[in-house]
């Protein structure tokens, strides 16, 4: 189990982007989310409606924290960030996916069609083997009485 923040951190950009949802807890509220990663930039893109909660928290102080546990996409988190509302059609258009399209009338050109920008700050992650991984670990633990090693972990900055 390594603690190298900037191998977890790596390894969070890495795994994020196989990541089908994630939570974001707005003022204690956790509402689910379809993350995009952008890895240039190291923004994490949501796609939401005018109005939603998520948009008033990025027009409001913006911190808010995103929580994933996906164990198909081998990352646990709890990451705080901001949260902010962008201006950028491009984006939007890159992004832009059916899935997102079913939550609109109107599609991509419907009016509340709003994009967010999380960008992390600080926060704890999990990184793992995957299940394949997690059994042998057991398996070996069980055999040797050694603690199984179940992946990366530690507190880490961005």
């Known amino acids: 189990m390594t603690h190298d923040p900037n191998k977890l951190i790596e390894d969070f950009w890495d795994h994020i ?8 807890d707005i003022d204690g509220r956790m509402m ?14 949501f796609i939401t409606a005018e109005g939603t909660d998520a948009y008033k928290a990025a027009q409001g102080s913006g911190r808010v924290r995103l929580v994933a546990a996906d164990s198909s996409a081998k990352l646990y988190a709890d990451v705080q960030g901001s949260l902010t509302v962008a201006n950028n059609p491009d984006k939007l258009d890159e992004i832009w996916s059916p899935v997102a399209a079913a939550w609109f009338d109107d599609g991509r050109e419907d009016d509340d069609v709003r994009l967010l920008a999380f960008r992390p700050t600080e926060g704890e992650i999990w990184t793992t083997d995957g299940a394949a991984g997690f059994l042998y670990e057991v398996a070996k ?3 040797t009485e050694a603690k199984p090693d179940m992946g990366d972990h530690g507190r880490v900055t961005f």
């Open 141 to 143: 633990a069980n055999m």
């Open 17 to 24: 982007d196989d990541t089908r949802a994630v939570m974001l």
């Open 32 to 45: 689910p989310m379809s993350p995009q990663l952008d890895d240039d930039e190291r923004v994490i893109w």
